[in-house]
């Protein structure tokens, strides 16, 4: 069971006593006004299970009470679920149909079994490689339902586990926010260079970041769409951390999908036709494990001439970015 969340590590609650300490801490995160009433309601809880013995039961008890205090936590915090959307949590709480997650989760099955990119084609193929076969079918020419689409590209390992785990901690220990963007903060200056040197991407010039946090507990995903073509420029470039996952391209509901694995530590970069031609999403089922995606954008071509535009670029240079939050709540 995952809980505190920090960088890719997570903690795992295993017996009632460390259940019991964990809610006690959680508390002091909530409004002064309502930490008597928790504190009190787990107390109580605590003694009125403590001659329990039977091990399922226990377990039973610590998902729940887990799950609840996600709840009550997030809700003090401001729930991020707007609109039609909720949350996994949101959904049990209301006792709303799970697809309420998401529109994606319930669009029609596409005729067609999915495509996959091949990292080691770097190209569409119709099956995925087989690591163990001489998969003929996977080796055949691009079906013709992808034929053109040009414009992915997936790096495996730009950054090493150790890097990873510094570069997720640094991302935790600022606030998160339901969304967040800003300028490139201090942690990118080391490995923008090492992204502009990968082919294609040395005139990169990123203006924006983005750091997004999918937890599978929460139902997390991102629906089919394409990122904004008035601001921001042909390549969206995304690093993984914590987790493996995959992008999913369509055209249409029911069309052919496209599958793109974005292993963890690997960099995507998107543009051309899978850009602008095709949507993109992440699946709820695909986020199996806590993802942190870092996704780095560059100005359209038309605002780079212009004062903004270049106001713009100098600050993404400068790598002093503050997140959204800090700059709300006055941080420097
Ligand atoms: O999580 C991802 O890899 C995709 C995110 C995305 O598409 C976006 O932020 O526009
Ligand atoms: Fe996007």
Partial sequence: ITRFQAGCASQTIRNPLQLYRHLLRLVRTLPPG????YSNYIRQAYNSHSDETDP???????DRALLDADWVVKKSAGCACKGIRACKICCAAKQLPLVA??????????????????????????TP????GDDAEHWSAIPSSASGLAGIRVFRDFINPDEEAVLAAEIDKRPWAPSQSGRLPP????????LLALPGLADFQPVE???????????????????????????????????????????????TRISIPMPRRSVLVLSGPARYDWLHAVLPDDVTGRRLAVTLRELAPDWLETVDGRALLKAGAAFDGVSVVELKSGGS
Avoid: K, M
Avoid at 34 to 37: C, D, K, L, S, T
Avoid at 56 to 62: K, S, T
Avoid at 101 to 126: E, G, K, T, Y
Avoid at 129 to 132: G, I, N, Q
């Fill in 187 to 194: 942690y990118w200056s080391a490995l923008l260079p090492r």
């Fill in 101 to 126: 997650v998401s529109a994606a989760s319930s669009l029609p099955q596409p005729d067609q079994p999915p495509l996959h990119f091949c990292i080691d084609c770097q190209a569409v193929r119709a």
């Fill in 129 to 132: 490689r087989h690591a163990d």
């Fill in 209 to 255: 970041l983005c750091n997004l946090d999918y937890q599978p507990e929460l139902g997390a995903h991102i629906d089919p769409h394409i990122d904004d073509t008035w601001l921001w420029g042909d390549r969206l470039v995304t690093l993984n951390l914590c987790s493996d996952t995959s992008l999913t391209l369509s055209q249409s509901a029911g069309s």
């Fill in 34 to 37: 309502a930490r008597p009433y």
């Fill in 56 to 62: 399922d039961r226990v377990r039973q008890i610590i």
